[in-house]
């Protein structure tokens, strides 16, 4: 806010930002809440300011909340403003050769009645309209009486009447207030409530939000989401017949306090601000926000107790976690992200003009009624700008990077100029609290239980392993789900250039696991170690699975010599963009310049990638196909049949069958992984079944988690408990009979999976 309590009454200034000329007039201290709709004396400033401002796109009335007006009410009162020039300074429709022509003795009542008419204007447009319609009624039935030595200049006055009328007519104003003229009276004001409807900003953030529903719009769905239970926003999802997309309708907590709170947070922001963390301690956030926290609620108590304000526990909470997240935080974006639906966060150049778009899990791409302001769009930057120790400039334009804050972990990708002309943009991509699993996916039906037990099988089988797809396919959380198929005992290297793998979580289910941060194909120069140098440090870091984040550039060189060389004697795995297998051969080859006969050494490639509906309005993430790459071509695989389908996607049905080269075990992967396991050599049958195994678990887990109401069976923790027992059982029973026969460990496994349901373990 540009006022302070010194700021005089009913002052103004105008602001550039973000592309726009703002307008602020200062309410601080006037005895009522300010308001263009309600009061005519607020409209009238409003007005007068516009005279002299005409470059204004929109409005802000500071008290303690900012009252915005946007463009298309600003262009109201601005036109309005316009108006009331042309007819003073060029009609001069006061003047005396305007109003009479031979007439003298009705100056006086056509001056005052014009004069009255400029008074409304500028307070009241439509009760000026109306009054000029009154005094053109009048003078036309005046006209009817008059002596015919008066006549001309009473027409004269009628067509001055009339343009004026006219002029007024075709304003936007009237032109939106035309439909609620029906009984209406002069003076009444509730017609201007119709039209103006300001977003109410606390003082303490800059990020406008729309609070009012449209008029025409239908409510679809409505939730809330909180961290905790003090700090709860109402999201509701709403449908308007012209918009192609539904509107995601956000009400935070700071939009709905007191006004004394308002006051108390404006205050304790000021403050707080003058001890802003240095650089160096957003290295670690969470202590930092922690520590901040501490400080806001002494902050807040000391403030509440001056002012003679009895703050709950409950709201000294709420207001710290507020005055944290528009301090030290990234405001309105940290809402967003407690809302467990939401995938991607779009925020556009120019940031203060463009609404925020979500990617809703079930409504699929969303406007939203949010507008941040420029203000915070930077002070989100710089902030990224030191979490990350990257450097977003001129010179270099691009920032990728993540953003943790308690469990809520997302990945941040920010663009500037001369990249974007327009300004800062960012893409938020939320990451699941928890680990996405493959009994979770075969309950969204991204894959079957089949294509569960199957890639199961294949990790287990220390294979090489591509997830393909599409950006927003779901490439990342399938392989976060694998990572959950390899055994504990197995020590796991990730390789990431930007921390999106669930590291941390499967680092709390006792895995044996490390990390490396690598730099980013995107940046030029930075201390980081180049992905190619990080895979070659990782082979000499001991026996262990390697899991790459995603195959961008010239590390994929290093992979694979890594993966020819059989120095991996584990599961590797990774991501990469492609739509199909030839799709991803031809990245590889092609793009990133790895030998073809080199490409051999991948083994398996699962493609995923949306599927939409045929009106285009819904779309659903799906595993396409399960792909191995056999070895006996040459030169291209497409031509010379080196990629053989396991499992491929059947849009009737909406699921992945598997082909008659599974089923009859042709795959050639599958019969090497076998020929290394006593009693699998040469007996396809029991290999098959081991899979068909694997997946009935699988399926029996989504079963008993959709029946008895337990989802926690589908996480992470439960998933890699359920993998455990499974592989004792199966050991038992191939001690037992030589081979761990489905009829025989999946009956131990159930009884088992009742026991815990029993017990209540889970």
């Known amino acids: 806010m540009p006022f302070d309590s010194e700021s005089s009454l009913y002052s103004y200034e105008v602001q550039r930002k973000g592309g726009e000329d703002i307008l602020y007039i200062n309410y601080l201290g006037a005895p009522f809440v300010p308001n263009i709709a309600e009061y005519p004396e607020v409209m009238t400033q409003v007005v007068d300011a516009l005279m002299k401002n005409p470059s204004v796109s929109r409005i802000v009335l500071s008290q303690q909340k900012n009252y915005n007006y946007d463009f298309t009410e600003t262009s109201y009162l601005l036109e309005i403003s316009q108006l009331y020039i042309f007819l003073v300074n060029q009609e001069r429709i006061l003047s005396q050769d305007k109003l009479i022509v031979n007439a003298p ?107 009012d529903l449209p008029e025409d719009a239908e409510i679809v769905d409505q939730y809330t989401i909180a961290q905790e239970s003090y700090d709860e926003s109402l999201v509701t999802i709403i449908k308007r017949n012209e918009d192609a997309k539904f509107i995601y309708h956000l009400v935070p907590p700071e939009n709905n306090l007191r006004e004394d709170y308002n006051a108390i947070l404006n205050l304790a922001r000021g ?176 894959l079957n239980p089949l294509a569960a037990g199957l890639l199961s099988f294949l990790i287990d089988g220390s294979r090489t392993l591509l997830v393909a ?28 250039d930007s921390l999106e793998l669930p590291v941390d979580s499967m680092r709390k289910l006792k895995y044996d696991i490390l990390r490396m941060k690598v730099r980013s194909a995107l940046l030029k120069t930075t201390t980081e170690v180049s992905a190619d140098d990080g895979i070659r440090t990782s082979l000499r870091l001991g026996d262990s699975s390697l899991i790459i984040g995603e195959v961008r550039s010239v590390e994929a060189k290093a992979l694979y010599e890594a ?7 584990n599961v590797v795995a990774g991501t990469i963009h492609g739509a199909s297998p030839y799709g991803v051969f031809d990245r590889v080859v092609n793009d990133l310049e790895v030998p073809a006969t080199s490409f051999k050494a991948t083994d398996i490639i699962a493609v995923a990638n949306p599927i939409k509906t045929p009106d285009g309005l819904h779309s659903w993430r799906r595993v396409l196909q399960i792909a191995e790459v056999r070895k006996h071509w040459k030169k291209d695989p497409q031509e010379e049949k080196g990629f053989v389908d396991l499992l491929k996607y059947n849009v009737e049905k909406d699921e992945l069958e598997a082909t008659s080269d599974l ?69 038992k029973v191939r001690l037992e009979v030589g081979l761990p026969l489905g009829d025989r460990v999946f009956p131990l496994w159930q009884k088992w999976l009742n026991e815990q349901i029993k017990n209540r373990k889970i």
């Open 663 to 731: 089923i009859n075990g042709d795959s050639e992967v599958i019969k090497d992984v076998a020929s290394n396991v006593k009693g699998w050599a040469g007996n396809w049958d029991a290999v098959y079944d081991n899979i068909l195994l694997r997946a009935k678990i699988k399926k029996e887990i989504v079963d008993v988690a959709e029946k008895t109401g337990k989802k926690e069976l589908l996480e992470a923790g439960f998933t890699v408990l359920s993998n455990d027992t499974f592989h004792k059982i199966s050991d």
């Open 271 to 446: 403050v707080l601000l003058e001890h802003q963390p240095k650089a160096e301690e957003f290295t670690d956030t969470e202590r930092t926000r922690q520590v901040f926290f501490n400080i806001a609620k002494d902050l807040i108590q000391d403030l509440a107790n001056n002012q003679g304000i009895t703050l709950s526990f409950q709201d000294l909470n709420k207001l710290s976690t507020i005055l944290v997240r528009h301090t030290i935080g990234f405001g309105i974006v940290e809402v967003l992200l407690q809302d467990k639906n939401l995938q991607d966060i779009s925020l556009n150049a120019p940031i203060p003009q463009t609404n925020i778009f979500v990617r809703h899990q079930k409504y699929d791409e969303c406007s939203t009624n949010i507008l941040p302001s420029q203000e915070d769009a930077d002070s989100w930057a710089a902030k990224f700008r030191m979490i990350s120790g990257r450097p977003l400039d001129e010179a270099n334009p691009i920032l990728d990077t993540q953003l943790e804050i308690g469990k809520i972990s997302a990945r941040i990708a920010i663009i500037q100029q001369p990249l974007s002309p327009d300004g800062l943009a960012y893409a938020i991509r939320r990451h699941r609290e928890e680990p996405w699993t493959l009994p979770l996916f075969a309950q969204n039906k991204m």
């Open 105 to 211: 003795q009705f100056f006086n009542q056509r001056y005052n009645e014009l004069f009255n008419f400029l008074f409304l204007l500028r307070r009241d447009p439509v009760a000026a309209y109306f009054e000029v319609k009154r005094f053109l009624y009048e003078a036309r039935v005046f006209l009817e009486r008059i002596e015919q030595s008066f006549y001309s200049d009473q027409e004269n006055y009628i067509l001055f009447l009339e343009r004026i009328a006219s002029l007024l007519e075709k304003t936007k104003i009237i032109s939106a207030a035309s439909q609620y003229f029906d009984g209406y009276r002069l003076g009444d004001r509730g017609i201007y409530f119709k039209i103006f409807k300001p977003d109410t900003i606390p003082n303490f953030t800059f990020t406008r939000l729309v609070s």
């Open 469 to 496: 797809g599409t950006r927003s396919s779901g490439k990342t959380s399938l392989l976060s789900s694998l990572m959950l198929e390899i055994m504990p005992r197995y020590r796991i290297i990730v390789i990431e």
């Open 563 to 569: 993966m020819r060389v059989g120095a991996l004697a």
